[in-house]
């Protein structure tokens, strides 16, 4: 009989034998390749760590105990041990499970991740917490060896060994983020070797040296600094103790025994402890162990799900055929829909390389995300002239500050949602320095199914108060490319925004440079003025159409940047309007539409004109985090697809018929 189904929580792992445990594993990794399969998901990290949950899972007390899992893009498995199995098969959907740790789902989910290199900090606070009110409850942390490298990561690795904070941190080694792992501190952890660890080494020979008559005291002293003197040569893990963290490994990843046998005795140990545990990303299923960089997710590769028996290799563990139920995805083959014409992104690189092969100017950075930049495609180009500085968008900014002053013209790719990392870096290193980095901004926008943690709705606020920053984003994936060309072309700092979607399959056209604040007329009309930024600009224009259909004169503007706007254009089609309405696929405070507000208003003061025109601003409420689901489903709920966009033009309309004279603004 199949086991997964059974369980209800993590005690009743500890009903369960070790060959029950290999057999669980099994049926967990059947479940996560057939659901993802269907609803696309992380695959390959949570696949990688599946015993590694069911260990930790069957010797803590969740949710009594706290298990914070770094990222959180891992932790499939933890949630089918965790009560929502039945569920399972929403991963990602509206309203459904969600692909990161919610707290909103489980007492098991200890904090809402999904940025890399939090963890341990989050840990270390709980930690403290919990000996401050002289609580019992023990606190264990996965952060990956990617995830470690990060600066906030090592911040907080210095100040627990500086604390002794009693807790433990599992390092997940699987040489691997999205893409390859990069960067000294990789190359320390893949030189660790399998070995006795440290600890249970030196705490023997203290032992033995104490047990001397009379000068075991002295004699322990001295071969204490002359051990360390040597060990630190060609200690594994030394590193780690020399930060006051006591060492453990390397572990087999995939080894329950081994993994039950050393995490029992690093929980016992006091202080921090790291057990550093060797996993395989993708593990158990072949195509993600082949290619662990297209098996990470979101979007995957086509999967061609074959028989259960056949999915696996039978060598490991065996595969029970028992271990299909109702609820999971049928074992007949199933494929992800490919995108029906090339997303921005693919765009994107394209033209990046195409630009590069005539400009040695141009280099590449982004920080540990080069597949799904497009970036990868830059560097197997140009690899002298692309830098991957992993899991660090601080120093990314930095680092392409630097690039400008020496000369050159940096390209830095990062999503929308980790560029927030970057804040500082933006203001007071590119941008006080007003110098040309060019910032793309992937991912702009909603993202889906990911959910609160990645949606890309807060960049454009953030960015609209910094001096010398341009800001522009394109209405579809050609006019992209000349916005790309411009961002080149000037001595400012860029930012070019744009969303996840697929393209709207336009012809290619020869890009040109646009000048800096210029937007674009696509529609004449007398009574209703419409001013998009970005992709959301066509919704807009069939928002229009509708409207037209009932009656109204709907002018149409492509704004094409939120800084600098447009003023004339803006200014001479908004005079004498029923209304202005702006769009934005971003949180309206302080976005593109507060822009045009401002620029409306500033108006009102001198040209009596404008005293009449109200704004409306369309965007994304900033009263809540926006959760998962498909950008379909996720733009119909916030009324932002285009029968969306006309119904809440046609409430503010309603609202001005029964208030004559009003002119107050209102955002939504």
Same mark, same amino acid.
């Given at each position: /009989?199949?086991?997964?189904?059974?369980?209800?929580?993590?005690?009743?792992?500890?009903? #369960?034998d070790?060959?029950?445990?290999a057999?669980?594993?099994?049926?967990?990794?059947d479940?996560?390749?057939?659901?993802?399969?269907?609803?696309?998901g992380?695959?390959? &990290?949570? #696949?990688?760590? *599946?015993?590694?949950?069911i260990?930790?899972?069957?010797?803590?007390e969740?949710?009594?105990?706290?298990?914070?899992?770094?990222?959180?893009?891992?932790?499939?498995? =933890?949630?089918?041990l965790?009560?929502r199995?039945?569920?399972?098969?929403t991963?990602?959907?509206?309203d459904?499970v969600g @692909?990161?740790?919610?707290?909103?789902?489980s007492?098991?989910?200890v904090?809402?991740?999904g940025?890399?290199?939090?963890g341990?900090s989050i840990?270390e606070g709980?930690?403290?917490?919990?000996?401050?009110?002289?609580?019992?409850?023990?606190?264990a942390?996965v952060?990956?060896d990617?995830a470690?490298m990060s600066?906030?990561?090592l911040?907080a690795?210095?100040d627990?060994?500086?604390?002794?904070?009693?807790m433990?941190? *599992?390092?997940?080694?699987?040489?691997?983020?999205?893409s390859p792992?990069? @960067?000294?501190?990789?190359?320390?952890?893949?030189q660790?070797?399998?070995?006795?660890?440290?600890?249970?080494?030196? &705490?023997?020979?203290?032992r033995?040296?104490?047990?001397i008559?009379?000068?075991?005291?002295?004699?322990?002293?001295?071969?204490?600094?002359?051990?360390?003197?040597?060990?630190s040569?060609?200690?594994?893990g030394?590193l780690f103790?020399?930060?006051?963290?006591?060492?453990?490994?390397v *572990?087999?990843g995939? %080894?329950?025994?081994?993994?039950?046998?050393?995490?029992?005795?690093?929980?016992?140990?006091?202080?921090?402890?790291?057990?550093?545990?060797?996993?395989q990303?993708?593990?158990?299923?072949?195509?993600?162990e082949?290619d662990?960089?297209?098996?990470?997710?979101?979007?995957l590769?086509?999967?061609?799900m074959?028989?259960?028996?056949?999915?696996?290799d039978?060598?490991?563990?065996p595969m029970?055929?028992e &271990? /299909?139920?109702d609820d999971?995805?049928?074992p007949?083959?199933v494929?992800?829909?490919p995108?029906k014409?090339p997303?921005y992104?693919a765009?994107?690189?394209?033209?990046?390389i195409?630009?590069?092969?005539t400009?040695?100017r141009?280099?590449?950075?982004t920080? @540990?995300?080069?597949t799904?930049?497009?970036?990868?495609k830059?560097?197997a180009e140009?690899?002298?002239?692309?830098? %991957?500085v992993?899991i660090?968008?601080?120093? &990314?900014?930095?680092?392409?500050?630097?690039?400008? /002053?020496?000369?050159?013209?940096?390209?830095?790719?990062?999503?929308?949602?980790?560029l927030?990392?970057?804040?500082?870096?933006?203001v =007071?290193?590119?941008?006080q320095?007003?110098q040309?980095?060019?910032?793309?901004?992937?991912? +702009?926008g909603?993202?889906?199914?990911?959910?609160? +943690?990645h949606?890309?709705?807060?960049t454009?606020?953030?960015?609209?108060q910094?001096?010398?920053?341009?800001i522009? $984003?394109?209405?579809?994936?050609q006019?992209l490319?000349?916005l790309?060309?411009t @961002?080149?072309?000037?001595?400012?700092p860029?930012?070019?925004h744009?969303?996840?979607?697929?393209?709207?399959?336009l012809?290619?056209?020869?890009?040109s440079?646009i000048p800096?604040?210029q937007?674009?007329?696509?529609?004449e009309?007398r009574?209703?003025?419409?001013?998009?930024?970005?992709p959301?600009v066509?919704?807009?224009l069939?928002?229009?159409t509708?409207?037209? %259909?009932?009656?109204? $004169?709907?002018?149409?503007?492509?704004?094409?940047y939120?800084r600098?706007?447009?003023?004339? #254009?803006?200014l001479?089609?908004?005079?004498g309007?029923?209304?202005v309405v702006?769009?934005?696929?971003?949180?309206?405070?302080g976005?593109?539409?507060?822009?045009?507000?401002?620029?409306?208003?500033e108006a009102r003061?001198?040209?009596?004109?404008y005293?009449?025109?109200?704004v409306?601003i369309?965007g994304?409420?900033?009263e809540?985090f926006v959760?998962?689901?498909?950008?379909a489903d996720?733009?119909?709920?916030?009324?932002?697809?285009?029968?969306?966009l006309?119904?809440q033009?046609?409430e503010?309309?309603?609202? #001005?018929?029964?208030?004559?004279g009003?002119?107050e603004v209102a955002a939504?």
């Amino acid at each position: /009989m199949p086991i997964l189904p059974s369980i209800q929580g993590p005690a009743d792992l500890r009903g #369960l034998d070790e060959i029950e445990l290999a057999q669980l594993a099994v049926e967990i990794r059947d479940t996560i390749v057939r659901t993802v399969a269907s609803t696309g998901g992380h695959l390959g &990290s949570s #696949l990688g760590v *599946v015993e590694l949950t069911i260990a930790l899972h069957r010797l803590l007390e969740s949710p009594r105990d706290r298990i914070v899992w770094d990222t959180g893009h891992q932790a499939y498995p =933890h949630k089918l041990l965790t009560g929502r199995f039945e569920r399972f098969g929403t991963l990602r959907q509206l309203d459904g499970v969600g @692909g990161f740790p919610r707290r909103s789902e489980s007492p098991h989910d200890v904090f809402d991740g999904g940025h890399a290199g939090t963890g341990l900090s989050i840990a270390e606070g709980l930690a403290e917490a919990r000996d401050l009110r002289h609580g019992l409850e023990r606190i264990a942390v996965v952060v990956g060896d990617a995830a470690l490298m990060s600066g906030l990561s090592l911040e907080a690795l210095n100040d627990i060994g500086q604390r002794q904070t009693q807790m433990l941190i *599992v390092v997940n080694d699987n040489e691997m983020s999205i893409s390859p792992t990069v @960067g000294a501190f990789s190359k320390y952890l893949s030189q660790i070797k399998l070995s006795r660890t440290w600890r249970q080494g030196k &705490s023997a020979y203290d032992r033995n040296v104490e047990r001397i008559p009379v000068i075991g005291g002295t004699v322990l002293e001295l071969s204490r600094r002359l051990r360390k003197s040597v060990v630190s040569f060609a200690q594994p893990g030394q590193l780690f103790e020399d930060l006051g963290i006591t060492y453990i490994g390397v *572990v087999p990843g995939h %080894d329950l025994h081994a993994l039950l046998v050393t995490l029992s005795r690093a929980l016992a140990l006091p202080g921090p402890t790291i057990v550093h545990v060797r996993t395989q990303k993708g593990r158990g299923f072949r195509p993600a162990e082949t290619d662990q960089v297209g098996f990470h997710g979101a979007a995957l590769p086509p999967i061609e799900m074959t028989p259960a028996a056949d999915a696996y290799d039978g060598s490991r563990a065996p595969m029970p055929t028992e &271990s /299909m139920t109702d609820d999971a995805a049928p074992p007949a083959r199933v494929a992800t829909t490919p995108a029906k014409h090339p997303n921005y992104t693919a765009v994107f690189a394209a033209e990046l390389i195409e630009l590069a092969r005539t400009d040695r100017r141009i280099v590449g950075i982004t920080a @540990g995300m080069p597949t799904g930049t497009g970036m990868s495609k830059f560097q197997a180009e140009f690899p002298d002239r692309m830098f %991957d500085v992993g899991i660090a968008e601080q120093h &990314s900014m930095a680092m392409a500050t630097g690039l400008a /002053m020496g000369g050159m013209r940096p390209v830095v790719a990062l999503y929308s949602t980790f560029l927030q990392r970057a804040f500082d870096q933006t203001v =007071h290193d590119v941008c006080q320095n007003d110098q040309p980095v060019l910032i793309a901004v992937d991912r +702009s926008g909603l993202v889906g199914e990911d959910g609160t +943690s990645h949606q890309g709705m807060f960049t454009l606020p953030a960015q609209r108060q910094i001096p010398n920053l341009v800001i522009a $984003s394109p209405k579809d994936e050609q006019e992209l490319r000349s916005l790309l060309r411009t @961002g080149l072309a000037q001595d400012h700092p860029f930012a070019l925004h744009y969303p996840r979607d697929s393209g709207f399959g336009l012809a290619p056209v020869k890009p040109s440079a646009i000048p800096v604040g210029q937007g674009e007329m696509l529609r004449e009309g007398r009574e209703l003025l419409f001013v998009g930024f970005g992709p959301i600009v066509m919704r807009a224009l069939e928002a229009a159409t509708m409207l037209e %259909d009932e009656g109204w $004169s709907v002018g149409v503007i492509n704004a094409r940047y939120a800084r600098p706007l447009d003023r004339q #254009l803006i200014l001479d089609q908004a005079r004498g309007k029923r209304m202005v309405v702006t769009f934005e696929e971003s949180v309206v405070t302080g976005g593109f539409g507060s822009g045009v507000l401002e620029l409306v208003e500033e108006a009102r003061l001198a040209d009596p004109a404008y005293r009449d025109v109200p704004v409306r601003i369309l965007g994304i409420p900033g009263e809540r985090f926006v959760d998962h689901g498909s950008v379909a489903d996720l733009r119909r709920v916030l009324r932002l697809d285009a029968p969306g966009l006309a119904a809440q033009v046609r409430e503010a309309l309603e609202t #001005l018929r029964a208030t004559p004279g009003r002119s107050e603004v209102a955002a939504g």
